[in-house]
């Protein structure tokens, strides 16, 4: 079942699964790969007439005169394959979503609507599938949201299927970009001693089974409360004392109580820091550059699962993702926001003054103001940002050198900031806040040999909504967890 | 700061960061990217002569007669750029651990210890060191356990900075090996509602702060109790329901009180599932293609830093590993390996009754007996394995399709199994356990076109450890946390 592009080329293959290093016995490790074929090998392929086994999932049936035809899927590509057998080759198991086992011979197809097609000489049912039970149903178009009850099944619809397909390839775009540009990937940890970053609310920690006279005299398993990771950065700075540039790319969590369309309490976060940096605008490039180059990557790579999202899920939306690519990026500063929104019509529900912290509404308000392309809004209000953002030190308007990307649909996609890198500017802010305690070790990596750096983070499920257009968090992750639902 | 393997066929660059898009102001997306010169970069050019800014730490200051030579490193290579300068470009900052710009001409050196040298005309102390206080001492070649009790400074040793730009390469050659192969890449989730896999002490999740009465009316954030995850096979095992191959690579969690040197609360996994496997000889081929394939890629892409390892860490330790790649790795049934082990003169601490599980000394044993090659255990009895573990249905010595993949130094690396397919076998055993209601969603899996279906975990830290000949898995991860310790 597993293909090989390194393989691609000497097609056709025996139906078997071949083990070029267990199965030939050799003592010298063989390079060749395992193969064997998928529905996407075999769509694409051009040695016609030849005998194949495939494996798959039944989508559709359909019994006429002569034949019987099926469309079967495998999850390698949205395309099914479409297999004609006879008659006699008929089963009570052939129903929509049992897996089957066809051998036959690969033939050019007579109709347009495919290359090739499967004459089946023998079909296995390997797993039946009763259709009056399966909750979706032949040739309807579910709802995302009917579907989104069932988290154990709806990878087996194409819309679903196409997502992971995208989320897959959209996850290896972003590593690529990083690795070929030097970044280190680290894993920074998710479970932390850090719980004052202001992130937002924390999960706890502790052993399921905890025997309750320990509790007494050792109350934490680390000895210390621990939580999930809000964010990677403070990780990623100790990494950035080391590195020229180093990014993570995993989850992260908020115990918020929302049950909105755009937050998840578990969510992947891909996050980046960047040392010598001396300017927002270095910053401001790896985001763009990050956006455009992963998003390019998967319009090329998936291009039927993305066209499925832009037909029939959010139609029309390829026209603002061409337009996001074929653009540079705005740059405002906070203080022309704050310009813009209070010369404008429109009459907003948050306050629009300076120092006031901007809302979805305003968000949106400037990306449309921009042409619905995608905008940094940058050197926001300095007690507005976190202890760690660099002050600009540009009194009176007191500002930190940090930046949001705001896109169309979205709103804020990425934030990030040049870091606070003078040690007595940072250590002043900390004992401001009473931190000077936790953050000891933050200090130290100022005081020895500290270097300018800065970085950012991107939301990746907000990326995904925002290249195909779908419209509400949960249908964008494999599993989505949120106040009072954590299914499986 | 960041290079590009794109761009560096145009070496010499401009000594100031190249914005191609943002500064060039094309209305066009600008395919170049971002370049700066790394020392990586640096050390392999050939273009002599050309005038150069580069930026890291200086690992040593050598003062001679005539001029004063500097070492500077910024983490893109193992090896330093030696920088050669007059004695008016002093500076009392200059010490070691301290962070540096400098800018001259990239020269030929005259000594054999390298190929290039920078001749200064510019030093920039840019983070200032003070070597009374910094923890790591110039010269000195700290131990592991010594860097470890600095968690925020030990990736700035040649040894941890070496172990994390191998740890990020191996990294990317199991992605890419998955997906040469057709695996998609799923994000499993890290907060689960299953408590019942038996994978050893789970981690519960909470809100930090939750409102008392709040508690009673509604005990937890997601309704239900939920965990930190054991494993990502269930998760794995919906999309094997839907795709040919799929894989998950990250954190994993067991709140397990042993302070031993092989376990970690939080560690990574490599997890994979195929559909439509009916032998476990295909996991184990995945198994041991993925070991060699990421092993190859690793030695040949990082040389220079696992020979530190096999040098000064592990010495001999490449002899090992060159021998697990040379040869085909050995494959005993489980009853060969009690057979083995009731044969041998070694008195174990263990009992080793059919029946019984492997320990620790049984499982050195054999990998010893095999030769020090890599040895899968097959078909353990069926009662040792989880619920899932496909029966071999083979009375009266009653084994499950399980294999275990045991390896020099680490024991136990990957686990696997066949899972059971068959609805009614999987229903009994569910019930049998009293989890029927818990696993409702997994029967349905086999409800619904159930396919044949294997897969294995490897643990990504042992794995380094394996082949990098690293005894402490403290030493082979960012940021450890284990029982009593959770820093930073």
Not at 128 to 157: G, N
Not at 439 to 451: A, D, I, K, N, T
Request: some cysteine; glycine content about 6%; proline content about 5%.
């Amino acid at each position: 079942m597993l293909s090989s592009n390194l393989l691609r080329s000497v097609f056709p293959v025996s139906s078997e699964w071949v083990f070029s290093c267990i199965k030939c016995g050799s003592r010298r490790y063989c390079q060749k790969p395992f193969k064997k074929l998928t529905i996407s090998d075999a769509l694409s392929t051009k040695a016609l007439g030849s005998n194949i086994r495939i494996q798959g999932w039944v989508r559709s049936v359909r019994s006429q005169k002569e034949h019987l035809f099926l469309h079967v899927n495998d999850g390698s590509s949205l395309q099914p394959l479409q297999v004609v057998a006879s008659h006699d080759l008929n089963d009570r198991g052939l129903t929509f979503g049992s897996a089957i086992d066809v051998s036959g011979s690969l033939e050019k197809s007579p109709s347009g609507k495919q290359n090739v097609e499967l004459h089946a000489k023998q079909i296995q049912v390997t797993g039946k599938c009763d259709p009056t039970e399966f909750p979706f149903k032949i040739k309807e178009r579910h709802s995302l949201e009917y579907i989104r009850q069932f988290p154990h099944l709806r990878c087996r619809t194409n819309v679903f299927s196409a997502l992971l397909r995208v989320r897959s390839e959209a996850t290896s775009a972003i590593q690529s970009f990083f690795k070929d540009n030097g970044f280190i990937q680290i894993h920074t940890p998710v479970i932390t001693s850090n719980d004052c970053e202001g992130a937002g609310e924390l999960f706890q920690v502790e052993p399921a089974s905890r025997d309750k006279q320990q509790d007494e005299r050792d109350p934490h398993y680390f000895s210390v409360p621990t939580y999930l990771t809000v964010s990677g950065q403070l990780h990623l700075e100790v990494m950035a004392g080391a590195f020229p540039a180093v990014y993570t790319f995993g989850p992260t969590f908020r115990a918020e109580n929302s049950q909105s369309r755009r937050h998840l309490a578990e969510f992947y976060m891909v996050e980046a820091e960047i040392s010598f940096t001396e300017s927002l605008e270095d910053v401001m490039t790896v985001m763009e550059h990050l956006f455009k180059a992963s998003t390019e990557h998967v319009l090329t790579h998936c291009a039927e699962d993305v066209e499925l999202f832009h037909k029939f899920v959010a139609p029309g939306h390829r026209g603002q993702v061409d337009l996001m690519l074929s653009r540079k990026f705005n740059v405002i500063s906070y203080t022309e926001a704050i310009d813009i929104l209070n010369r404008s019509s429109q009459i907003f529900t948050f306050p629009t003054k300076w120092g006031c912290d901007l809302q979805t509404e305003h968000e949106k308000y400037l990306v449309k103001h921009c042409g619905n392309i995608p905008v940094f809004v940058t050197d926001y209000p300095y007690d507005l940002k976190p202890f760690y953002a660099r002050d600009n030190q540009d009194h009176p308007r007191h500002t930190a050198a940090a930046v949001d990307l705001l896109v169309p649909g979205v709103g804020e996609l990425c934030g990030g900031s040049l870091r606070e890198e003078r040690l007595e500017i940072l250590r002043s802010r900390i004992i401001q806040a009473g931190m000077e305690d936790a953050y000891e070790w933050y200090l130290q990596l100022r005081q020895f040999g500290s270097v300018p750096h800065g970085g950012f983070g991107m939301g990746f499920e907000r990326y995904l909504q925002c290249i195909l257009g779908v419209d509400n968090i949960k249908d964008v992750i494999p599993f989505a967890r949120f106040s009072h639902s954590c299914l499986l």
